[in-house]
């Protein structure tokens, strides 16, 4: 539902940002099925390939190109996919969307993060990449023009009916984080408001390779699962 919100709103204000001309979008695999579904539904002119170990749905969304692909578990998969589509594809941005542990206690199950700054858990390096500000600001107003509440403003935290999102921070790691041991050194490390596993590897691939990018995380519990 959020990816189909995004790309609603990127399609509505085209003629604002006319270096979107193209989407491309890997979906995490906890998600993949059905997301690759969804998406195909709302293309025109689908084609379905298999590509370097995946499978790649593209189409017309409007008069924008969509390439939409299930990157896989961790952080070398989400990496090899993204470098691929952005090798033949050329987009002008990559939208990654898939669920997280929440890190931060203001945040409850199904509130959205997006991801204004990306970490890897195993790195000292405070930042490695960012979602492209245009289209972190797109993503915030789809997301309340739907309902959600912006948790940075929302003194009703404890209220779990509360549809919440939150322009933050991202961790990524190759392990699930769960348990209070885990949890607590993954905010110690990262100050991350979520954690995944995929993430910042694409946000680093397409910032390498000069691509806009957007990083979506719904939280799905607590790493406490």
């Known amino acids: ?37 969804q998406i195909k539904e709302e293309l025109s002119d689908v084609c379905e390939a298999r590509e370097a170990g995946l499978t790649v749905v593209s189409g017309e969304l409007d ?16 990496a090899a996919a993204t470098q691929h589509l ?6 002008q941005a990559v939208v990654f969307s898939g669920i997280a542990g929440g890190l931060n206690p203001k945040l409850h199950i199904d509130d959205v ?36 509440v912006d948790a940075s403003k929302n003194a009703v935290a404890s209220n779990e009916g509360t549809k919440q999102f939150l ?23 990262t100050h991350a408001d979520c954690v995944g596993m995929e993430g910042a590897a694409i946000a680093h691939v397409a ?11 719904a939280i799905s519990d607590n790493c406490d699962e």
């Open 207 to 217: 910032t390498k390779n000069g691509v806009d990018c957007l990083v979506l995380r």
């Open 113 to 148: 993060v997006i991801g204004k700054r990306l970490r890897y858990l195993d790195t000292d390096t405070a930042l490695i990449a960012e979602s492209a500000p245009g289209l972190v600001d797109i993503a915030a107003d789809v997301l309340a023009g739907r309902g959600f």
């Open 167 to 189: 322009v933050g921070t991202i961790a990524t790691g190759n392990r699930f984080v769960t348990g209070a041991t885990m949890r607590n050194d993954a905010i110690e490390a």
């Open 1 to 37: 539902r959020t990816y189909e919100a995004v790309t609603e709103q990127l399609a509505q204000t085209k003629a604002e940002i006319d270096h979107l001309e193209s989407i491309s979008s890997a979906l995490d695999i906890a998600l993949a099925e059905n997301d690759l579904v």
């Open 86 to 91: 952005i090798s033949k594809y050329a987009p």
């Open 63 to 78: 008069d924008l190109t969509v390439v939409a692909t299930t990157a896989g578990m961790g952080t070398v998969n989400a």
